[in-house]
């Protein structure tokens, strides 16, 4: 038995790596997106996607909530070469089946290896390649791969747990704790107390999502968001379905639209926050009383701090009206027995609570990457444009955007790594890499994200982990679709900052 095992064990250190000129690790919405890119505009280049999951989707397949659904609009959301042709914002079935279609359509689950879990990822210099360490989950063998381009497509949070404060007493309550990121396909609410912790999109969503189907439901905040509440449909889209226009102009002239509209509502945020301020609010007094939305909807930061919220048909304050979902606008100061005790004395009794408290942030995956031998300090690298990293070759990382859609930036980034490749191969290069320039050289080295314009939690605890950017914008992330739509294309790929050999 030792001499099989030691066999066994000689054949995976020895056995073969499978070779691609691509990989791509993950396959959700940018992993997706990034294949169809690759055999559009990079053919006959081979490549593969790693999945951990048994399925596509990312998001949209671990997130099993109640009443789960986007909070962009699907014009946006969705792919630029794949019209939408449903209510702007969408279910996750509704969403993975719009996958599923630009999966078939594109012969994309062929290049698909599902439960495909990284471990480490090495790169050598000797080489210019990468190797990664893969387990197959349904089997738990070792796997090893080669590629000379690795493209991150992973998503920027950790899917198997979410966030949690370590808040006092909470071993001493007696209920069920349910975080919406790891939802029991068994909990029953039906005819219970349900306390949900949060304030954001997800708990806006859920409230209205259980309200009717439990006793009751509150929603605990420690302090109001920003919510945009309006019809779940697009009268621009509907004019043109009307009038038999063909769906990909539907798509491509709404989508300019929504664009337009959202660039004039971040510059207003910005230049005349109190007047936009007062705008936001006023489409909650819509549904609720003056001193409801003064007490919980009427946020402390100005707008766009942190993202805003679309809460089609105003359900979220409808379940508030009809008396079916309450607010509470309070700190909590301990878990008791029963429920929660505020730091104003309130005792909150909950047959289930449920964290909507955010997630972990997952850097590149979580995956141990090494350079030449080296474990790699991320946080030690320079961002170029939030996709390249000083010290990390032939590796680009889609990280999208917090006021306008994800989507808009991987379809950016992918005519991006479309666009490398082809140069790299016309030049008969084997590696690139981003350097600072000699101007560079005294640029100071920021955290990030600049906190005074975006701040959520799960950015602000993990910043320490993230590479710094400079203060000039081809080293920073600068969040900024509408001027990176015109940008991204005018890179100059033999500008001093690439360096080939």
């Known amino acids: 038995m030792a001499t099989a095992a030691l066999a066994r064990t000689v054949d995976r250190e020895t056995a073969p790596a499978e070779h691609f000129d691509v990989i791509i690790v993950g396959a959700g919405i940018s992993g997706v997106g990034g294949a169809y890119h690759l055999k559009s505009q990079c053919p006959g280049t081979s490549f593969v996607i790693l999945e951990g999951l048994d399925t596509f989707g990312g998001t949209w397949t671990t997130h099993r909530y109640p009443g789960i659904r986007s909070d962009s609009d699907l014009f946006t959301f969705g792919y630029r070469f794949k019209p939408w042709t449903g209510a702007p914002i969408a279910t996750a079935e509704e969403i993975l089946k719009y996958m599923g279609e630009v999966i078939e359509e594109n012969a994309i689950d062929a290049h698909i290896r599902y439960r495909h879990r990284i471990k480490s990822a090495s790169w050598s210099s000797a080489d210019n390649l990468w190797t990664l360490e893969v387990t197959r989950g349904d089997t738990g063998e070792s796997l090893r791969f080669t590629t000379p381009f690795l493209w991150m497509c992973q998503g920027y949070y950790r899917h198997e747990k979410g966030y949690t404060p370590d808040w006092p007493g909470m ?31 997800t708990a806006a969503t859920l409230v209205p999502a259980i309200a009717g189907k439990t006793k009751h ?16 449909i697009n009268d621009m889209a509907e004019q043109l379905r009307a009038l038999e226009v063909d769906d990909a102009w539907i798509h491509e002239i709404t989508r300019r639209k929504i664009l337009h509209d959202q660039a004039e509502l971040t510059r207003l945020c910005l230049e005349q926050p109190d007047t936009m301020k007062e705008f936001l609010i006023n489409g909650v007094r819509g549904y609720l009383d003056d001193e409801t939305v003064k007490e919980h909807f009427t946020p402390r930061y100005r ?56 997630f972990n942030l997952s850097v590149l995956g979580d995956i141990a990457f090494t350079v030449d031998g080296a474990p790699l300090n991320f946080a030690e690298s320079v961002t ?67 906190d005074e314009n975006f701040n959520p939690g799960y950015l602000m605890r993990s910043m320490h982990l993230l590479p710094k950017r400079g203060d000039k ?20 790929l033999d500008g001093a900052e690439f360096v080939y050999s």
């Open 171 to 201: 071993d001493r309550y007696k209920g069920t704790i349910v975080h919406p990121q790891t939802w029991p396909e068994d909990l029953d609410y039906a005819d219970k107390e349900v306390l949900v912790i949060g304030s954001g999109a």
């Open 217 to 232: 439901v509150t929603l605990l905040q420690r302090s109001p968001t920003y919510f945009v509440p309006a019809q779940n």
């Open 303 to 358: 707008p766009w701090q942190q993202r805003v919220a679309f809460v089609p048909d105003g359900d979220l304050f409808q379940g508030i009206k009809s008396g079916k979902a309450s607010v509470v606008t309070d700190e909590i100061e301990t878990f008791t027995e029963t429920g929660i005790r505020t730091k104003s004395g309130k005792d909150l009794k909950a047959d289930i609570i449920v964290t909507a408290t955010g």
């Open 384 to 450: 170029y444009r939030g996709m390249m990293f000083t010290g990390l070759p032939n590796l680009v990382w889609i990280f999208g955007y917090f006021r306008a859609s994800w989507t808009l930036r991987a379809d950016l980034i992918g005519d991006f790594v479309c666009r490398l490749l082809n140069h790299m191969k016309e030049k008969g290069a084997h590696k690139v890499e981003v350097r600072l320039r000699p101007q560079d050289s005294n640029m100071p080295l920021l955290p990030w994200m600049d």
């Open 473 to 492: 914008p081809e080293w920073q992330h600068t969040q900024d679709y509408w001027t990176e739509r015109k940008t991204l294309p005018a890179i100059d």
